[in-house]
């Protein structure tokens, strides 16, 4: 009897212990807790081009929260998140080919104007959908345009780009 009084007054001091402001993932109670495969993770970050132009931050807003291995957000990304600890920073280069992918040509394509819709400002930099072989509407971005042909790249904006990440791990979820 003794001894199932015991068990249960530490099952209750452990987890008032748990409790007491601890977050979980939050690694004060893991201290060896390291991100994984699988693993929910909030971070914060800030992204760069080379030139050190800021494309994107997390800064002012909630962490940014994805599932490790989901696919949610660059694997370069999710790769440099693999292995860090609750609140560890770190900066990392991610080379375009683990980001958005190089720069493809075969996605740059000259249509003549006829084919454009009647009315359709077309300017350079403008982002417009146009139908494919299949049907399938895409986006694409007006990158020259001609008395008779628009050229068309349907590149992510950022392909072809090397990117450099600040990154914060806050949690492990």
Do not use: W
Request: proline share 5%; aromatic share 6%.
């Amino acid at each position: 009897m003794k001894k199932c009084f015991l068990i249960i007054l530490c099952m209750i001091l452990i987890s008032g212990c748990a409790s007491s402001g601890a977050k979980k993932g939050s690694g004060a109670l893991y201290p060896g807790m390291r991100a994984k495969e699988g693993d929910v993770v909030l971070v914060h970050y800030v992204g760069r081009f080379k030139d050190g132009t800021v494309f994107d931050s997390s800064k002012g807003r909630e962490p940014l929260k994805f599932i490790i291995g989901s696919g949610q957000v660059i694997r370069g990304f999710e790769n440099a998140v693999i292995g860090m600890k609750p609140n560890q920073k770190k900066t990392v280069n991610i080379p375009a080919k683990n980001a958005y992918g190089p720069l493809r040509e075969d996605l740059v394509a000259e249509v003549s104007r006829d084919t454009t819709p009647e009315g359709l400002e077309l300017e350079v930099g403008k982002k417009i959908g146009i139908s494919g072989p299949d049907g399938r509407v895409m986006g694409v971005t007006v990158v020259e345009v001609t008395d008779t042909t628009v050229k068309v790249d349907a590149n992510h904006p950022m392909a072809g780009k090397d990117l450099i990440f600040e990154i914060t791990l806050k949690e492990i979820q």
